[in-house]
Protein backbone atom coordinates (compact mmCIF):
# COMPACT_ATOMS: atom_id res chain seq x y z
CA UNK A 1 0.00 0.00 0.00
CA UNK A 2 2.60 2.25 1.21
CA UNK A 3 5.21 3.19 -1.98
CA UNK A 4 8.19 5.41 -2.20
CA UNK A 5 8.38 6.90 -5.86
CA UNK A 6 11.38 8.82 -7.20
CA UNK A 7 9.59 12.20 -8.20
CA UNK A 8 9.23 14.03 -4.69
CA UNK A 9 6.04 15.57 -5.84
CA UNK A 10 5.06 11.93 -5.64
CA UNK A 11 6.69 10.94 -2.97
CA UNK A 12 3.99 8.69 -0.56
CA UNK A 13 4.92 6.53 2.11
CA UNK A 14 3.99 5.60 5.62
CA UNK A 15 6.12 7.31 8.29
CA UNK A 16 8.45 5.56 11.06
CA UNK A 17 11.37 4.32 8.95
CA UNK A 18 13.44 7.11 9.45
CA UNK A 19 14.65 6.76 5.48
CA UNK A 20 15.96 10.12 4.99
CA UNK A 21 17.95 11.77 2.09
CA UNK A 22 20.39 14.34 2.82
CA UNK A 23 19.35 17.67 1.44
CA UNK A 24 22.97 19.52 1.37
CA UNK A 25 22.74 23.73 1.62
CA UNK A 26 25.77 25.93 1.50
CA UNK A 27 25.62 28.98 4.10
CA UNK A 28 27.85 31.62 1.65
CA UNK A 29 29.23 34.67 3.24
CA UNK A 30 30.21 33.16 6.66
CA UNK A 31 33.04 34.42 8.46
CA UNK A 32 36.50 32.68 7.21
CA UNK A 33 36.63 30.90 10.72
CA UNK A 34 33.42 29.38 9.61
CA UNK A 35 35.18 27.97 6.36
CA UNK A 36 34.42 23.86 5.47
CA UNK A 37 32.41 23.91 8.74
CA UNK A 38 30.03 20.87 7.76
CA UNK A 39 27.11 20.43 10.40
CA UNK A 40 24.08 18.22 10.11
CA UNK A 41 20.82 19.33 11.41
CA UNK A 42 17.74 16.74 12.04
CA UNK A 43 14.75 17.75 13.29
CA UNK A 44 11.09 15.87 13.96
CA UNK A 45 11.97 12.00 14.00
CA UNK A 46 9.36 11.12 15.84
CA UNK A 47 10.65 7.67 16.89
CA UNK A 48 8.14 5.41 16.75
CA UNK A 49 7.50 2.36 18.77
CA UNK A 50 7.31 0.17 15.86
CA UNK A 51 10.36 1.55 14.14
CA UNK A 52 13.13 -1.51 14.61
CA UNK A 53 16.53 -1.03 15.77
CA UNK A 54 17.91 -1.89 12.38
CA UNK A 55 16.18 1.45 11.17
CA UNK A 56 17.65 3.25 14.15
CA UNK A 57 21.17 2.06 13.42
CA UNK A 58 20.98 2.80 9.59
CA UNK A 59 19.56 6.28 10.60
CA UNK A 60 22.50 6.92 12.58
CA UNK A 61 25.37 5.64 9.80
CA UNK A 62 23.63 8.38 7.42
CA UNK A 63 24.38 11.01 10.16
CA UNK A 64 28.06 9.04 10.29
CA UNK A 65 28.26 9.46 6.46
CA UNK A 66 27.78 13.26 5.94
CA UNK A 67 31.02 13.67 8.12
CA UNK A 68 29.91 16.42 10.33
CA UNK A 69 32.11 18.47 12.87
CA UNK A 70 28.61 19.43 14.34
CA UNK A 71 25.22 17.59 15.09
CA UNK A 72 22.49 20.28 15.97
CA UNK A 73 18.96 18.87 16.58
CA UNK A 74 15.86 20.81 16.45
CA UNK A 75 13.36 18.58 18.70
CA UNK A 76 10.08 16.57 18.83
CA UNK A 77 12.51 13.16 18.82
CA UNK A 78 9.78 10.99 19.50
CA UNK A 79 5.77 10.95 21.05
CA UNK A 80 6.89 8.93 23.86
CA UNK A 81 9.69 8.72 26.56
CA UNK A 82 11.13 5.63 26.09
CA UNK A 83 10.96 5.80 22.25
CA UNK A 84 13.20 8.91 22.70
CA UNK A 85 15.82 6.91 24.92
CA UNK A 86 16.16 4.62 22.04
CA UNK A 87 16.80 7.43 19.40
CA UNK A 88 19.00 9.06 21.64
CA UNK A 89 21.07 5.62 22.57
CA UNK A 90 21.61 5.00 18.26
CA UNK A 91 23.79 8.12 18.48
CA UNK A 92 25.98 7.08 21.43
CA UNK A 93 28.40 5.44 19.19
CA UNK A 94 29.05 8.40 17.02
CA UNK A 95 31.21 11.50 17.54
CA UNK A 96 31.35 15.25 16.63
CA UNK A 97 34.30 16.87 16.86
CA UNK A 98 32.37 20.12 18.05
CA UNK A 99 29.68 18.41 20.13
CA UNK A 100 25.81 18.10 19.53
CA UNK A 101 23.04 20.42 20.61
CA UNK A 102 19.90 20.23 20.71
CA UNK A 103 16.39 21.97 21.76
CA UNK A 104 13.16 20.74 22.92
CA UNK A 105 9.85 20.49 20.63
CA UNK A 106 5.75 20.50 21.53
CA UNK A 107 5.88 16.72 21.28
CA UNK A 108 8.89 16.42 23.53
CA UNK A 109 7.56 17.98 26.09
CA UNK A 110 4.47 16.20 26.05
CA UNK A 111 6.50 13.09 26.45
CA UNK A 112 8.37 14.00 29.01
CA UNK A 113 5.76 16.03 30.85
CA UNK A 114 7.72 19.06 31.24
CA UNK A 115 10.19 16.50 33.08
CA UNK A 116 13.11 18.30 31.17
CA UNK A 117 15.67 17.19 32.93
CA UNK A 118 14.98 13.55 32.65
CA UNK A 119 15.28 14.60 28.91
CA UNK A 120 18.58 16.36 29.79
CA UNK A 121 19.97 13.02 30.74
CA UNK A 122 19.19 10.89 28.32
CA UNK A 123 20.29 13.34 25.52
CA UNK A 124 23.47 13.95 27.94
CA UNK A 125 24.02 10.13 27.66
CA UNK A 126 24.86 10.42 23.93
CA UNK A 127 26.96 13.40 24.71
CA UNK A 128 24.51 15.77 23.28
CA UNK A 129 23.53 18.86 25.17
CA UNK A 130 19.89 20.38 25.56
CA UNK A 131 19.80 23.51 25.46
CA UNK A 132 16.89 25.45 26.45
CA UNK A 133 16.72 29.50 26.70
CA UNK A 134 20.65 30.00 26.92
CA UNK A 135 23.75 29.37 24.64
CA UNK A 136 27.16 27.66 24.54
CA UNK A 137 30.39 28.85 22.88
CA UNK A 138 32.34 26.61 20.59
CA UNK A 139 35.66 27.65 20.21
CA UNK A 140 36.60 27.25 16.47
CA UNK A 141 40.11 28.38 14.86
CA UNK A 142 40.05 32.49 15.84
CA UNK A 143 36.28 32.81 15.96
CA UNK A 144 33.40 31.33 18.33
CA UNK A 145 30.47 29.93 17.24
CA UNK A 146 27.57 30.73 19.71
CA UNK A 147 24.90 28.08 19.54
CA UNK A 148 21.49 29.31 21.23
CA UNK A 149 18.37 27.13 21.82
CA UNK A 150 15.06 28.38 22.75
CA UNK A 151 12.24 27.00 24.35
CA UNK A 152 8.86 25.61 22.43
CA UNK A 153 5.69 27.82 22.07
CA UNK A 154 3.91 25.37 22.76
CA UNK A 155 3.74 24.25 26.41
CA UNK A 156 7.02 26.50 26.83
CA UNK A 157 8.08 30.27 27.25
CA UNK A 158 10.54 31.24 24.95
CA UNK A 159 13.36 33.71 26.07
CA UNK A 160 15.56 35.47 23.68
CA UNK A 161 17.05 37.81 25.53
CA UNK A 162 19.68 36.20 26.70
CA UNK A 163 21.11 34.09 24.08
CA UNK A 164 23.11 36.44 22.34
CA UNK A 165 24.17 39.63 24.63
CA UNK A 166 26.56 42.44 24.49
CA UNK A 167 29.48 40.38 25.35
CA UNK A 168 29.45 38.81 21.69
CA UNK A 169 33.43 38.80 20.84
CA UNK A 170 33.82 40.33 17.94
CA UNK A 171 34.60 36.63 15.72
CA UNK A 172 31.61 35.47 16.05
CA UNK A 173 28.90 33.43 14.41
CA UNK A 174 25.52 33.02 16.02
CA UNK A 175 23.22 30.40 15.42
CA UNK A 176 19.78 29.66 16.92
CA UNK A 177 18.05 26.29 17.24
CA UNK A 178 14.05 26.71 17.80
CA UNK A 179 11.95 24.12 17.24
CA UNK A 180 9.03 26.60 15.81
CA UNK A 181 10.05 28.25 12.44
CA UNK A 182 9.03 31.95 14.58
CA UNK A 183 11.31 34.44 13.73
CA UNK A 184 12.26 36.37 17.37
CA UNK A 185 11.30 40.09 17.10
CA UNK A 186 15.02 41.19 18.25
CA UNK A 187 17.08 43.69 17.58
CA UNK A 188 20.33 43.57 15.42
CA UNK A 189 22.31 42.72 18.75
CA UNK A 190 20.45 40.00 19.79
CA UNK A 191 19.79 38.64 16.13
CA UNK A 192 21.27 35.43 14.93
CA UNK A 193 23.29 34.94 11.77
CA UNK A 194 21.60 31.85 11.23
CA UNK A 195 18.55 30.15 12.63
CA UNK A 196 17.05 26.31 12.26
CA UNK A 197 13.87 25.06 12.56
CA UNK A 198 12.16 22.24 11.90
CA UNK A 199 8.38 21.13 13.20
CA UNK A 200 6.10 22.10 9.82
CA UNK A 201 7.39 18.60 8.51
CA UNK A 202 7.63 20.44 4.96
CA UNK A 203 3.70 20.85 5.49
CA UNK A 204 3.54 17.22 5.50
CA UNK A 205 1.16 16.66 2.87
CA UNK A 206 1.95 18.72 -0.65
CA UNK A 207 -0.54 18.57 -3.45
CA UNK A 208 1.22 20.99 -6.39
CA UNK A 209 2.56 23.76 -3.75
CA UNK A 210 0.14 23.70 -1.59
CA UNK A 211 0.18 22.66 2.00
CA UNK A 212 -1.56 22.97 5.63
CA UNK A 213 0.76 25.67 6.33
CA UNK A 214 0.27 27.53 2.97
CA UNK A 215 -3.55 28.17 3.88
CA UNK A 216 -2.93 29.35 7.38
CA UNK A 217 -2.47 25.99 9.62
CA UNK A 218 -1.30 27.69 13.43
CA UNK A 219 -1.03 31.15 12.49
CA UNK A 220 -4.14 32.26 14.74
CA UNK A 221 -3.41 29.65 17.65
CA UNK A 222 -2.47 30.93 20.47
CA UNK A 223 0.11 31.82 21.39
CA UNK A 224 0.75 32.98 18.16
CA UNK A 225 3.24 31.02 16.29
CA UNK A 226 2.86 31.90 12.55
CA UNK A 227 5.51 29.97 10.40
CA UNK A 228 8.01 32.10 9.06
CA UNK A 229 8.49 29.51 6.20
CA UNK A 230 7.22 25.65 5.49
CA UNK A 231 10.97 24.47 4.48
CA UNK A 232 14.08 25.20 2.76
CA UNK A 233 16.72 28.05 3.51
CA UNK A 234 15.36 31.89 3.49
CA UNK A 235 16.96 35.22 4.17
CA UNK A 236 14.60 36.70 6.44
CA UNK A 237 15.22 39.95 8.83
CA UNK A 238 18.86 39.87 8.42
CA UNK A 239 19.70 36.29 9.02
CA UNK A 240 19.50 32.70 7.02
CA UNK A 241 16.23 30.75 8.04
CA UNK A 242 16.72 27.06 7.27
CA UNK A 243 13.07 24.92 7.77
CA UNK A 244 14.06 21.54 7.89
CA UNK A 245 11.16 18.85 6.22
CA UNK A 246 12.28 16.43 8.94
CA UNK A 247 11.95 13.16 9.09
CA UNK A 248 8.65 11.81 10.55
CA UNK A 249 5.57 12.13 11.86
CA UNK A 250 2.99 13.03 14.63
CA UNK A 251 -0.55 11.65 14.47
CA UNK A 252 -1.03 10.73 10.77
CA UNK A 253 1.43 8.58 9.76
CA UNK A 254 1.71 9.21 6.66
CA UNK A 255 3.86 11.60 4.57
CA UNK A 256 2.47 13.11 0.59
CA UNK A 257 4.52 15.40 -1.79
CA UNK A 258 7.32 15.64 1.10
CA UNK A 259 10.57 13.49 1.55
CA UNK A 260 12.05 12.91 4.59
CA UNK A 261 15.15 14.31 5.17
CA UNK A 262 18.16 15.29 7.09
CA UNK A 263 20.04 18.69 6.20
CA UNK A 264 23.82 18.99 5.85
CA UNK A 265 25.20 22.65 5.95
CA UNK A 266 28.52 23.43 4.35
CA UNK A 267 30.05 27.04 5.39
CA UNK A 268 31.55 29.28 3.08
Not at 209 to 227: K, M, V, W
Amino acid sequence: MYQRFSRPDLYFARCGRLDAVVSTHRIVGAPPFMGGLRAVFVADTHVLGRTKQADLDAFADTIAAADPHLLLLGGDYADRAEDCVRFFKCLERLSFPLGCYGVIGNNDAEAWADNTRELRKTMAASGCKLLVNRSVDVPRGEGIIRIGGIDEYRHGHPRFEKLYGADTPRQCYRILLSHYPVVPNVGPEQRPDLMLSGHTHGGQFNLLGLTPYAIGFERFNRPRRASAAVAGLHDIAGMKLLVSKGVGASRIQLRIGVRPEINLLIFE
